[in-house]
Each structure stands twice: as structure tokens, then as C-alpha cells.
């Protein structure tokens, strides 16, 4: 009983025998592997065996396995369970002997052991894992080898119950043992055969990441990423090579449970404000606390080197304390410094996945609330700033979970250091905690200062980015009208406002980083004077453990600043994203949806009175009752301005309802006046997320007469479309548009102005197709300026001032005469003054049949109704998904929408080198370089000088006097501060100087970019740039090469204190450092593409928010909220995807590095204790220890550094990429400007123009030849898509010609500036735009005119009684896009500043297609006499906008048809503008009919 036997004692070193230490080593390390299995098999919530019995994550209830065990799995478990009875038998029986207490814990120690190796043996059928996991591959052998040691050596000495007890256990050691070379226990998995098939399908499309199902040694040493690793070690990754993440990680998840408790927050006190803060806790709080428990034993087992190194010094100056102490104290610092790698690397880890979730939450939070936002909340928050929300504040609010447990760990290892200070200095411990809190207390007011920096700099940011983002939507209009300069010179404005916020940000941090590198020093000085005082005599051991520990508590110092200033940052961002989120959101009662077979009725309103603005007390419809019965067609009309976009907005409950009730029938479909168009291809569009009916899908193309139009395509359907639909015609995005609602086969359809942007002929042939065909038995409320179209309506509303005045079918609203006689007449008047009826006497009966009147009798070729349901072709998914892939391969190239561009390899050192000269050449570079060679110099001389100068031992005398000790110290610690201060304002002064140049370079860039690049480039794409990859060069990316350049010369300073005692570890440093190299190298081949792929991955996610919040309302009203939703978090996984495996890989290398640089120190601790007791001065040699013990974190520290600084640059590697685009020619060439007079008369030849928007596209305009006579009124006609538009692109030369000229009064366009050309030209675009600002800035941005000029031009364009009437007058707001001004009014804006222009040449492109006949025929007036002189060109489908120029050009698929005076023209009864006079005068002719009767 006496006899110290091998149970696995504590007490090492106390006479156990060496198989006895193994055997407690043995059982600590089992269990410290079975927790933190288990802690990450917690955090990932990923259950393999759970996926295994149901069939799968996806495929459930598709296929079923079925797990049987063998004799092997059931005898080893019996075995395992035979053996806990044993063990437990032996400490009964230990108890009942009355055995020493460490006896007994360690035998409860081996029971435990046994029983949760029973446990995991037993789980293996569970998870369906036939092979052993390799800890229990070695504990068996292991324990046999003990037990039968035991029994052979001790056999005579030990009592013989407990030799039986032993003896017993040795059978079932043995078959285990033989079960562990053996590897496997015969667990077989056995699938249904005749569900196999399903099975493999399922999961050759889920390739999920390894570490769902990482066993705990692939989880400790992170190597289920060797192989993603290997393969970008071998080739660039692609997005493909990367696995999807598992389930619990997905976007999806972490969205719904935050919205979760969101909801409960505001459920619980709906009178106050919810906390986010708190709402994200309580979502996330398992993870947090998880990812605790690595924190904490991270934190404790770090002051274990500075808690022996006082006791290592003693032993190195002779004083041993027990046998082989030195090599046990050795070992203790080896084993806490592998605990601390592997747990600082988990704790890491965590942060990361942690931060990942949040992120994930709230974009979709984000998402979802920018989706549901009012129009009253929505005009407080523009595009640019909810982009900003999600692209910067979400990212703040994820990075915040890095600082997460320095809440309370920094406190913990205060506390830790105030002890082992305690124990070398005394009561002058108490001296530390107060110096300590006084560091902490000065840095309050800097923490409020640094919050109130980080509000200006957000708030300036987002005043950029709306700004930024609204300059890009309209980017074609500026540079039209030659003001992208002007606004250019805004943003640039805009960004110094936010410089100054930066500057000031960057200098506090800078003072806050003087401070903190200050107060580690004010604490040491401090410590060490007043134990001084009070008469301690100080030691070198005392000394050196003290400035360990101060080095150590050096960093929670030093990240206290980084904790309050990220605390301000996160604040911030969560009061910004929580004020969003509880914005006002369209109210859930604004229309009431019955079932649709339980009312005749599809749409019902009474007493109905809505407003845009709720708290004004003008009302924008009221009034408003309306009964629409199921198939009626209710056709709306009336002045611009009268209300009518608004009354659809009323049916869709999109505008806040005042009073009243709205009732819907049925399922919506809505067509908007603006085309809302998405990036993808024609297809995408118009399925709009349902499944491909091919014969509906050909049906819907024939009703929305798009098949010829696919036809001029290229790639046909599959063609991808640009942003806004920029590649398609104006008419051609309205038919997509109508193509989109009919596919939807909706039960109620809602069409604003649908026929304004086609012409005649295809106008003719949709009304036919569309509205008398396909949609002949469904409900439909259109709006319309095409009075022919009326007397197919059941019912016609008329519109004035928000009422509806008029009300009834065709003829009782003729009779009735007032506002609908008048918008007759007008129509009336204007096919009389075509004055062409003598030309259409002999028009042939059967072009007349085929041009003639509308009539409901019509057949109807495409009824929705009878489209067939069944689809046309019924391939298998995987065949589908086969040839999907394939045709997406081929349509890949020579699309106008190409692939992010990304770099390939290193990130080349000319990247590096722009950045280091972009500020004052590079000069500070060598500054900051020496600033920080300086204070590592001082630095190291004041610890050297501490531990030289006082005694070994307290019998010793000190070496100098104590104020000659305290006050070179002083010298010498904060002189090193000093230069730290230094090195923070030159690295602030270099990374300001260089941001702005960056940033100015970028932006010039931009602005010169011609129209294709903005056509073909997504605005996300740009954005992300200028916000995301800004910001990282504004705030990142100055500090990691400050961060590099100082750990470089920190782990440069270890080195040469250690190799200074003990020379032998560069023979191991020196191939360390080779082989830590090579890894980097290994592991950057994979982190380089993979971080270039997160930047790209971003820009799709902005992109798509972007475009999902200017069509809010049209996705609403085809109810597809869900559908966007999913989308939003599927793109944010596949960003998520790469962004994983980035910081996963960080932790791979960092593990490897730091166990290697551990090593070393190992290496360096064994050479000390073996060299004989004198041979080194114990102080020197605690010195190299003190710093031995930062090796590891430095090494990695300073490969990561480099690594991230290599991540981080790739932000400037793509701003580069923006910074270098092939600009359009010159805006000024200054040896060729033309006269201040220019254009004189307006003569424009154009000569054999050819003309293609990008090198991989066909032509679009094929030898035109042309001349526009000076003063004349040209009209140019054609079908959509005949490539009118494109001539005039070409005219101002925002597309330049393959071939031909265009001459202007004698002058070659090509050969004069850009500014010059369009400064001289005026146009009305197709497409009117309105910037967020006032009228008067909408009207005159370049400030040229006066308020009596600005006023005379909107009354000329019918606008002034309308400016008149708001209380602001000419500083009346306008919202983003000018969405409080309707489509008509916007027009009319474009109409007045070309008024104000006064150009010698004038091109209207469909510039009053969104207005009434009425308002077409005085603006029509307006223009005639405002530009009696000037050249006036005008592309119109509305004849008689044309019919009266002195010549009208006819193009047809990009050539020249005709080119004549209309009477010339239409004296040729084959000409193609016959037809189209013809189309336009017979489809009225029911009109004018009517009207004369009346």
C-alpha cells in the first residue's frame, strides 16, 4: 500500500515510475482531445450519423440506409464496458483501503477515461463509421502495454486484489489491441438498390466542406484542409474547387433564427425600442460561449511561462529544488505553450465562423427590410446607403466578434498578472492595479472622441456613396449634357469632407496607440519604484517574471484601445442598422386579398384617399371608388401629373393609404412605365423564376411580339442583358417586361403606359396579341396616352388632380364631353394636321384589312388561358441541368456581360511599389522603418538592463544604486515610446496621402470610362470598389505594412537576444525558417485566389441588392419577395464559401508555424538545462527565455502579417484595375477646338457609319449615309430596336463609330474634344432623368442661369403652375431618381434644359412618348418655336410628332430604308413610312370616326 504504484499520479516527479507519468500524461491528453471534440463537434452542429439515418440533409425522404454491425463492434464494446466495471472495481476498492487522496483521483481519472472511450467506441455505429478514430488506436495498445508493465515489475510488491483486478483486464487489453491493428469494426452501411440512384444524384451536387465531418485530430490540426490546399498549391483555384458549406453555417440559418428573436424583442415590448445588440446575443450565444472555453484556457495556460521563469532562473543559478527539475520545467513550458497554440488557433477559428453568422444574419435582415420599406422611409434612406449598411456596418458588426471576449478576458489576465506580480514584487502589486486602471480610465474621453470620428466618418461616407451610386445609374445623362465633370468635382468634394473625418480618425489612433505603448511602461516603472520604496530588494529572476508578465499584459493594454475603439465603431453601426430596421414599413392592411372564387369582384376601392406624403395635408388621390369585375379591361387616362402611375401604385399598395379600403381578387402582375429590367439573360427575365414552359414560353414570345427581335440577337434569348437593361431599346425593355408579367399567368394585370416606348406598328400588333388575346378573359387596368386603344375598355377612367372625374365606356365619355373630349380632340387634331388622307385613297382593301381598326372581334391567337400547362419536353433534371451548363458554356463568350475580372499568381510587386511611392514618392517609408528599428533597440536595452543590473538572488549586492536602476530604465522604456508615436504619424501621414491619391486616380478613371465599360460592367462591381476596397485602403492597409514592418524587426530583435546566450538554436532557426517559408509560400498559392475571390463574390451580393431595391415594388406585386430573399442568401454563401476557407487556411499555417517556432524554443530550454551550472549567467539566460516565449507568436505573427498584408493588397490591386481603364477620347484637345460659334448653321453629314458597341458584339448600324441640313426638322422612324438610338449615341459620340464620319458644319467630330462636341449639342434622352436635389439643380447643375431664366423655361414646358404650387418653388426636393415626380413631369424636365441649353442642334429621343396628346402637341409647339433656327432631331413613334419635318429618316435593322420629305415618301405607296403613317392613321381612324359623330 505504501509503494507508489503506477495509477496515474499528479505529482510528477515524486518517485512515480516513468510508465506511471506516461500513463497520467497518457489519460490528460485523452480527455483534452474528447473536449475539444466535442467543443467543435458542438459548434458546427453538423451530425454525420444523424445525415446517414435520415438519407441526407436534402434527399430525406428519398432513400433510406441501413447500418449493421459485426461480432467485432459488439465484442469490443463489451470489452471496453468489461473493463470501466474493472476500473471502477479498483477504485472502490482503493477508497475502501483508505488510499492516498492523489491515489484516488488518479484511478478516478483512468475510469473516466475508459468510460468515454467506451463512449466513442460505442458511437462509431451511430455515425455508420466503420474505422477506429486513431487516439483509441493508440490509448488500447497503450493501456496494454501499462497493465502488463505493472504486473511484471510490481507484481511482488503490489497487494493481490489489486493485481487480480489488473490481471483481469488483460484479455478484453488484448482483443482491443488486436481490434486496433486491425482498424476496423466491420460496420457496414447498406443502401436500398433501388434507391441508389437518387442517392448518388443527390450527392454528386453536394460536395459539402470536409470539416462538417473532421474526426478530432483533423479538427485540432486543421488538416481536413489539406486537400483544397494541395490542389491550389498545384493550379489557381476556381470557385468550383471550393465545397459548400455545411448547413449550419448556410446564410439561411443564421438569418431565420436572428429574425427569430428579433421578432420576440419587438413581440415582448412593442413600446420600445428592441435591442439588435441584444437580439444578435440571444441568436448566437452558444457559439459565443463555446468559443469561450478555448479563450479561457488560452488565457490560462499564457501566464504559465511567466509563472515558472522566476524558479527556471533559480534553478539555472544552482538552486534545484527536486531531481530533474530542469527538464520537468522544460516540459511544462513546452506542453502550455502546445495548449496555448492549439487553443488560440480554435479560439480563432471560432471568432471567424462566429462573425460569419452574424454577417450572414443581418445582410438578410437587411435585405428583408430594404424590400418592405415605405415610400416615406424609403426616400430617407437612399440606395447607396442601405448598400452602405450591408456593405460596411453589417462587416463592422461581424469583425466585432475578434473582440468579443476581450470583454472579459482582458480583466482575467489583469487579475492573472497582478498575481504573479504579487508573488515576485509584493504589495507593490497593489501599484500595478492602480497604474493599470489609470491606463485604462485616460482612455475614456479618447473612446468618446474616436465615436464621435467614426459617426462624421460614416456619415460622410454615406453622403459619397448615395452620391457615388446615383452618378453611376446616370452616368449616360451626364455624360450627354457634358456634366460628368461637374460631378466628378462633387464627389470629389464629398470625399474630402470624409478626409477630414479619416485625418482626424487616424490621428487619434495614432495618439491612442502612444498611449497604450506608454502604459505597459507607466505600469513597469511604476511596479518597479514602489517596491523599490518600500524596501523590497528586487531580483533578476523576480524581474524577468515581472517583464514577462508585462509583455504579456502588454497586450490586453495594447488591444484595450483597439476594444473601445471597436466597441465605438460597433455602436455605431448597430444604432445606424437598428434605426433601419425599425423604419416604417408598407402596412400589411394596405389592400385586403379575398380568395378569388368568393367575389365577382377582382379590384375594390372605397372612400379611397392615399398620399405619398402622409403629413402633408395634400392628398395625392382621393376620393376614389372603384368596383372592377373579374375579365373587365379598365383603361386609365388623363393630363401628366394627374395621378394615374399613383392609382396603380393604390391597386398594389405601394402608396400610404390615408383613409378607405382596397380589396384584391386574385394574383397581380405589374407592368412599370420605367422598365425594370435585371442583369441576366432575356430568358431569366421572362421565366422570372418559374419553371421553362416551352410551349407557353413560345406563346408568351409571339404575344409580345419579341421573336424578331431575338432573331437581330446573337445569342437569341440567351442573351445577356446589361444593368437596367442597357443593351436592349426602349421598346424592346417593355416588351421583356410584358413578356414577364404575361409568363406569370397572374389572375389581375396592371400595365402603366406599356405602348409609349414602341412603335406604331409593333404598338398595333402587342394591343392585338396582348391585350385582346392573351390577356382577353383576365382582369387588366392599364394606363395609356394611346387614345386609339380606348374604345376596347370596358371602362375608362379620367384623371385630374388625384380624382377620378370621369368615369364610363368610349361613347358615354364622348357625350359627355369636358376632360376626355378634350384628349380626343387632341388626338383628333393631331391626325388631321398629318394631312394624309389623299395619300391613303388607294391604299389596297387588303393592306387596308391589315392595318385596320381595332376590334375586340380580333382573333385572340395567344389566350393565356389556353396556353398548354403540361410541359413541352420532360427530360430528366440531371439532363436538363447537363445541357444547361453546356449552353451556358457556349453563350459565355461574346456577351455583353462578362466575368468579374481577377488576377492569376502573386499579386506582382508593382501593385506593392504604386502603393509605397503613391505618398511623397516613398520618403517615408525608410522613416517608419527606422522609427520602429529604434524603439525595438530601446526596448530591448531597458529589459536587458533590468535583468544585468539586479542581483541573482536577494544575498547578493545590485550592481547599481536603485535610482540609478529605475531612472535608465525610464530613459530608456519611454524613450522607445516615443519613437512609437513617431512611427503611428508617419504611418497615418503615408496611409492618408496615398488613400486620397489612390482614390483620386480611381475616380478620374471612372468618369473618363467610356459608355461601354459602364454598359457591360454591373454597378456592384463599382461600388464595391469604391466602398469596400476604398475603405481598406483608407483604414487596413497603412497599418499592415506598419504591422509588418514591426514584427519583422521584433522577431529579428528575439532572434539575437536568444542566439546571443545560446548561438546553437540558428542551426535549427535558420531551417525553421526556410521550412515556415515554404509553407507560407504553400499556403498562399490557395489564400491569394481565395481572397480575390470573396472580392469578387461581394460585388454579385451589392449588385443584386442594388437592382432588388429599385424594383421593390414590381417584385411585390408578382408576390416574388420569397424567391429574391433566397437569392440574396445564396449569393452570400458562395461568398461565404471562399471567405470560410480564407481564414480557415490562416489558422492552418499559423498551427504549423507556431508548433515549429515552439520547437525551437524546446530546443533552446534543453540546451540551457544541459549546460553545466555556471557555464551562462542565469540572468541573461532568463532574459532569452522571457523573450524565447513570444518566439512562437512572433514567427506566426510575422508570416501572417505578411500574409494578410498580401490579402489586403489585392484591394489595391483591384482600385488599380479601375484606375487604368481605356478612357474615351480627350474632353479637350486644345490644338483643335472649334469656334466659340460652332455649330453655325447645324449641318450634320454622316458618311458610311458603321457602328458596334463592343469588339465581340455584331453591328448594330451598317453604313449609314446621311446629311441633315442646317435649321431643318429631321424625323428619324423605325421599328424597336432599328437602331435609332445608336445613331444618335454615335452623333454625340458615346459609342465610336468602326467606320465612317460624322460631319458637323464642315468639322469631324472624331477631331474635337468630347466637352466640346456635347457642350454644343442639346438632347431630350429616351430616358429622363432626375438627380436627388432640388428642381433648380435638376434645371441649371452648372449654375449658368437666373431664377426668372429657369422660371420662363418650365412654363414654356408646362411645368411652372406645377413648381408654383409647392411650397419650396424652384427648391422643391427630388428624391433618388426622382421618384416623387411622375414619369411625364420628368420628361418635361428634360425639356427644359434643353430650353436653357439653346443648342444649335437639338435631338429629341422620344422625348414626350410619357405624355398626353395633348401636352405632345404643345410641347410639339414649344419646340417649334423655341427652334425655329436650329437643326431639330427628333426620333419618334408617334407620326404626327415626325409628320411635319422637312425630312424623315427611315432606318431598318441599322441601315438607311428611306431617306426623304415625308410627302416624297409617302407618295411611294411601297415605302416603309407609308406603312407606318398608314398603321398609325387606319388604327385611329375608329377615333376620328366617333369623334365627328359627337
Known amino acids: 500500500m505504501e509503494t507508489e504504484i503506477m495509477r496515474g499520479s499528479i505529482l510528477v516527479g515524486q518517485g512515480l515510475p516513468i510508465h506511471g507519468q506516461i500513463s497520467v500524461l497518457a489519460n490528460i491528453f485523452v480527455l483534452i482531445i474528447t473536449v475539444v471534440s466535442v467543443a467543435a463537434k458542438a459548434s458546427r452542429g453538423c451530425r454525420k450519423g444523424k445525415r446517414l439515418q435520415n438519407g441526407g440533409d436534402a434527399g430525406s425522404g428519398r432513400y433510406e440506409n441501413k447500418i449493421v454491425a459485426g461480432v467485432v463492434y ?94 483481469l483486464c488483460s484479455p478484453a487489453l488484448a482483443f482491443l489491441c488486436f481490434v486496433a491493428a486491425r482498424g476496423n469494426l466491420g460496420i457496414q452501411k447498406i443502401v436500398n438498390s433501388d434507391l441508389q440512384e437518387p442517392l448518388l444524384e443527390e450527392s454528386s451536387d453536394l460536395n459539402v466542406t470536409p470539416y462538417c465531418g473532421a474526426g478530432v485530430v483533423s479538427t485540432v490540426t486543421l488538416s481536413w484542409l489539406n486537400p483544397i490546399l494541395k490542389v491550389g498549391y498545384r493550379r489557381a483555384l476556381e470557385l468550383k474547387d471550393v465545397p459548400a458549406l455545411s448547413p449550419k453555417d448556410r446564410a439561411e440559418n443564421a438569418y431565420k433564427v436572428l429574425t427569430e428573436n428579433w421578432a420576440k424583442l419587438k ?31 488560452n488565457t490560462m495556460v499564457s501566464y504559465v511561462g511567466p509563472f515558472l521563469i522566476s524558479y527556471f532562473v533559480d534553478y539555472l543559478g544552482g538552486k534545484e529544488v527536486f531531481p530533474h527539475e530542469g527538464y520537468i520545467l522544460a516540459s511544462v513550458f513546452f506542453g502550455a505553450k502546445v495548449v496555448e497554440i492549439v487553443t488560440t488557433r480554435q479560439w480563432y477559428l471560432g471568432v471567424d465562423i462566429l462573425g460569419m453568422h452574424v454577417r450572414a444574419a443581418l445582410t438578410g435582415q ?37 473582440y468579443l471576449h476581450d470583454i472579459w478576458v482582458l480583466p482575467l489576465q489583469i487579475i492573472l498578472a497582478l498575481a504573479i506580480l504579487f508573488k515576485n514584487v509584493g504589495l507593490a502589486s497593489l501599484a500595478t492595479l492602480v497604474a493599470t486602471v489609470i491606463s485604462i480610465l485616460i482612455n475614456t474621453p479618447l473612446a468618446k472622441l474616436q465615436e464621435e470620428y467614426q459617426d462624421n466618418l460614416m456619415a460622410a461616407k454615406d453622403d459619397r456613396m448615395r452620391s457615388t451610386s446615383e452618378c453611376l445609374r446616370n452616368m449616360r445623362i451626364m455624360k450627354l449634357q457634358a456634366w460628368e465633370e461637374r460631378y466628378r468635382l462633387k464627389l470629389e468634394d464629398l470625399r474630402q469632407t470624409e478626409f477630414v473625418s479619416l485625418r482626424k480618425a487616424l490621428y487619434a489612433q495614432a495618439c491612442v496607440t502612444f498611449i497604450f505603448w506608454g502604459s505597459p511602461i507607466f505600469v513597469s516603472v511604476v511596479t518597479f519604484g514602489t517596491s523599490i520604496l518600500l524596501g523590497g530588494q528586487l531580483t533578476a529572476g523576480g524581474v524577468l517574471s515581472a517583464l514577462a508578465t508585462f509583455r504579456i499584459l502588454q497586450e490586453p493594454l495594447r488591444n484595450f484601445p483597439d476594444l473601445l475603439s471597436m466597441i465605438a465603431q460597433t455602436k455605431v453601426s448597430l444604432d445606424r442598422i437598428s434605426r433601419f430596421l425599425e423604419e416604417e414599413e408598407l402596412p400589411h392592411d394596405a389592400t385586403i386579398s379575398i380568395p378569388s372564387n368568393s367575389s365577382e369582384l377582382a379590384v375594390e376601392i372605397k372612400d379611397g384617399d392615399f398620399s405619398w406624403d402622409p403629413i402633408s395635408d395634400k392628398l395625392t388621390l382621393s376620393g376614389i371608388n372603384l368596383q372592377v369585375k373579374k375579365g373587365m379591361r379598365v383603361a386609365v387616362c388623363g393630363v401628366v401629373g394627374a395621378g394615374k402611375s399613383s392609382f396603380l401604385s393604390c391597386i398594389l399598395g405601394e402608396i400610404p393609404k390615408v383613409s378607405g379600403q382596397v380589396k384584391i381578387s386574385g394574383s397581380t402582375a405589374y407592368v412599370s412605365q420605367s422598365a425594370w429590367i435585371q442583369t441576366g439573360n432575356i430568358e431569366e427575365n421572362i421565366l422570372f423564376g418559374d419553371e421553362m414552359d ?49 409568363y406569370q399567368d397572374a389572375d389581375i394585370y396592371l400595365l402603366d403606359d406599356p405602348f409609349s416606348a414602341v412603335d406604331a406598328q409593333t404598338g398595333t400588333e402587342l394591343f392585338k396579341e396582348y391585350i385582346l388575346g392573351a390577356l382577353a378573359t383576365k382582369t387588366l387596368v392599364f394606363i395609356t396616352h394611346q387614345v386609339e386603344f380606348l374604345p376596347t375598355a370596358d371602362l375608362i377612367l379620367v384623371l385630374r388632380d388625384g380624382r377620378i372625374i370621369q368615369a364610363g365606356k368610349y361613347e358615354d365619355l364622348l357625350q359627355a364631353g369636358t376632360d376626355f373630349n378634350t384628349l380626343v380632340s387632341a388626338h383628333h387634331d393631331a391626325i388631321e394636321a398629318m394631312d394624309v388622307a389623299e395619300y391613303l385613297i388607294d391604299e389596297p382593301d387588303e393592306e387596308k384589312e391589315s392595318v385596320g381598326v381595332i376590334k375586340e372581334e ?49 499579386v506582382s510587386f508593382r501593385v506593392y511599389w504604386s502603393y509605397l511611392t503613391a505618398a511623397y514618392r516613398g520618403a517615408l517609408v525608410p522613416l517608419i522603418i527606422l522609427a520602429q528599428t529604434l524603439f525595438q533597440v530601446l526596448q530591448i536595452g531597458s529589459n536587458w538592463w533590468m535583468a544585468w543590473a539586479n542581483p541573482q538572488t536577494d544575498r547578493e549586492e545590485p550592481r547599481t544604486s536603485s535610482f540609478t536602476l529605475i531612472l535608465v530604465y525610464m530613459g530608456l522604456a519611454f524613450g522607445s515610446t516615443v519613437f512609437v508615436f513617431i512611427r503611428a504619424l508617419l504611418v497615418a501621414t503615408f496611409g492618408l496621402k496615398a488613400s486620397q491619391k489612390l482614390f483620386a486616380n480611381m475616380l478620374r478613371s471612372i468618369f473618363r470610362a467610356p459608355m461601354s465599360f459602364f454598359d457591360s460592367t454591373p454597378t456592384g462591381r463599382i461600388l464595391s470598389r469604391v466602398s469596400i476596397d476604398q475603405s481598406v485602403v483608407d483604414l487596413d492597409i497603412p497599418f499592415r505594412l506598419g504591422g509588418f514592418a514591426s514584427t519583422t524587426i521584433q522577431l529579428l530583435g528575439i532572434i539575437a537576444v536568444m542566439s546571443k546566450v545560446t548561438w546553437q538554436i540558428l542551426v535549427l532557426f535558420v531551417p525553421m525558417s526556410l521550412a515556415c517559408l515554404w509553407m507560407q509560400k504553400y499556403y498562399m498559392a490557395s489564400s491569394r485566389e481565395l481572397v480575390r475571390m470573396v472580392g469578387i463574390q461581394k460585388a454579385p451580393i451589392i449588385h443584386h441588392f442594388g437592382e432588388s431595391i429599385a424594383g421593390a415594388a414590381t417584385i411585390r406585386s408578382f408576390g416574388q419577395e420569397q424567391r429574391f430573399m433566397e437569392r440574396n442568401l445564396y449569393l452570400f454563401d ?14 492552418w499555417l499559423c498551427l504549423r508555424m507556431e508548433l515549429l517556432s515552439t520547437c525551437v524554443f524546446a530546443f533552446s530550454m534543453a540546451l540551457l538545462v544541459s549546460f553545466p551550472v555556471g557555464t551562462i549567467d542565469p540572468s541573461m539566460a532568463g532574459l532569452a527565455v522571457t523573450y524565447g516565449l513570444t518566439l512562437n507568436a512572433r514567427q506566426s505573427r510575422w508570416i501572417l502579417s505578411l500574409c494578410k498584408l498580401e490579402n489586403k493588397i489585392i484591394s489595391i490591386e483591384r482600385i488599380q484595375q479601375y484606375s487604368c481603364i481605356p478612357s474615351e477620347a480627350p474632353l479637350v484637345i486644345e490644338n483643335s477646338r472649334p469656334s466659340p460659334s460652332w455649330p453655325f448653321q447645324g449641318t450634320v453629314d454622316i458618311v458610311n457609319l458603321q457602328v458596334k458597341y463592343k469588339e465581340n458584339l455584331p453591328k448594330v448600324l451598317h453604313g449609314i449615309t446621311c446629311t441633315f441640313l442646317g435649321g431643318k426638322k429631321i424625323g428619324i422612324v423605325g421599328r424597336t430596336g432599328s437602331g435609332k438610338s445608336t445613331l444618335i449615341q454615335a452623333l454625340f459620340r458615346m459609342v465610336e463609330p468602326v467606320d465612317g464620319r460624322i460631319v458637323i458644319d464642315g468639322l469631324d467630330i472624331s477631331t474635337i474634344g468630347l466637352h466640346d462636341l456635347r457642350s454644343r449639342l442639346g438632347i431630350i434622352p429616351q430616358d429622363p432623368t432626375l438627380f436627388e436635389g432640388t428642381i433648380r439643380f435638376n434645371l441649371d447643375p452648372l449654375e449658368e442661369h437666373s431664377d426668372n431664366e429657369i422660371w420662363e423655361a418650365l412654363d414654356k414646358c408646362q411645368l411652372g403652375d406645377v413648381v408654383r404650387q409647392k411650397e419650396a418653388k424652384l427648391d422643391s426636393p427630388v428624391t433618388e431618381n ?117
Not at 413541352?872 to 455583353?896: F, G, N, V, W, Y
Not at 458562395?1134 to 489558422?1147: G, K, L, N, Q, V
Open 1134 to 1147: 458562395c461568398y461565404a464559401r471562399p471567405f470560410f476557407y480564407s481564414f480557415a487556411a490562416i489558422e
Open 694 to 742: 416551352k410551349a407557353k414560353y413560345k406563346n408568351v414570345l409571339q404575344a409580345c411580339a419579341l421573336k424578331k427581335d431575338l432573331g437581330l440577337f446573337s445569342h437569341g434569348d440567351q442573351t445577356i442583358i446589361g444593368e437596367r437593361g442597357i443593351n436592349l431599346s426602349g421598346g424592346q425593355k417593355q416588351r421583356v417586361q410584358l413578356a414577364r408579367a404575361l
Open 74 to 167: 459488439r465484442v469490443a464494446v463489451a470489452c471496453c464496458i468489461y473493463i470501466v466495471g474493472c476500473e471502477i472495481a479498483v477504485l472502490a476498492w482503493e477508497a475502501w483501503a483508505k488510499s492516498e487522496w492523489w491515489m484516488l483521483l488518479s484511478q478516478a481519472l483512468q475510469v473516466v477515461v475508459w468510460v468515454v472511450a467506451s463512449s466513442a467506441t460505442w458511437r462509431l455505429k451511430r455515425l455508420g463509421r466503420s474505422s477506429l478514430p486513431l487516439f483509441l488506436r493508440a490509448w488500447w495498445p497503450l493501456s496494454l502495454a501499462l497493465c502488463l508493465c505493472t504486473l511484471i515489475r510490481y507484481k511482488t510488491t503490489l497487494p493481490t486484489t489489486y493485481v487480480l483486478l489488473k490481471a
Open 267 to 297: 413581440a415582448a415590448k412593442p413600446e420600445e425600442h428592441p435591442s439588435l445588440a441584444k437580439a444578435i446575443a440571444m441568436s448566437f450565444w452558444r457559439e459565443a460561449l463555446r468559443n469561450g472555453v478555448f479563450a479561457g484556457v
Open 858 to 906: 380580333d382573333p385572340k391567337p395567344c389566350e393565356i388561358s389556353n396556353l398548354p400547362t403540361q410541359k413541352a419536353d420532360k427530360e430528366s433534371s440531371s439532363d436538363k441541368q447537363r445541357k444547361k451548363e453546356k449552353k451556358a458554356k457556349r453563350m459565355k463568350k461574346k456577351q455583353l456581360i462578362q466575368e468579374e475580372e481577377r488576377e492569376r499568381g502573386n
Open 1378 to 1494: 426622382g421618384e416623387n415626380w411622375s414619369m411625364g413631369q420628368r420628361q418635361l424636365v428634360s425639356l427644359g434644359r434643353a430650353l436653357l441649353k439653346q443648342a444649335r442642334i437639338l435631338v429629341l429621343d422620344e422625348a414626350t412618348a410619357s405624355v398626353d396628346t395633348a401636352t405632345d402637341g404643345v410641347i410639339q409647339r414649344t419646340i417649334r418655336a423655341e427652334f425655329m433656327d436650329c437643326t431639330v432631331i427628333s426620333i419618334a413613334h408617334r407620326i404626327p410628332t415626325v409628320i411635319d419635318s422637312d425630312q424623315v429618316l427611315v432606318l431598318s435593322d441599322g441601315r438607311v430604308a428611306e431617306f426623304d420629305t415625308p410627302l416624297a415618301l409617302l407618295e411611294d405607296k411601297s415605302s416603309l413610312f407609308f406603312k407606318l403613317v398608314s398603321e398609325y392613321s387606319m388604327r385611329s381612324s375608329s377615333v376620328s370616326d366617333v369623334a365627328n359623330m359627337s
Open 366 to 402: 437587411v435585405f428583408e427590410k430594404g424590400m418592405r420599406l415605405s415610400s416615406v422611409a424609403r426616400q430617407r434612406h437612399s440606395s447607396g446607403e442601405i448598400i452602405n449598411y450591408m456593405a460596411v456596418d453589417v462587416q463592422r458588426i461581424g469583425d466585432y466578434s475578434w
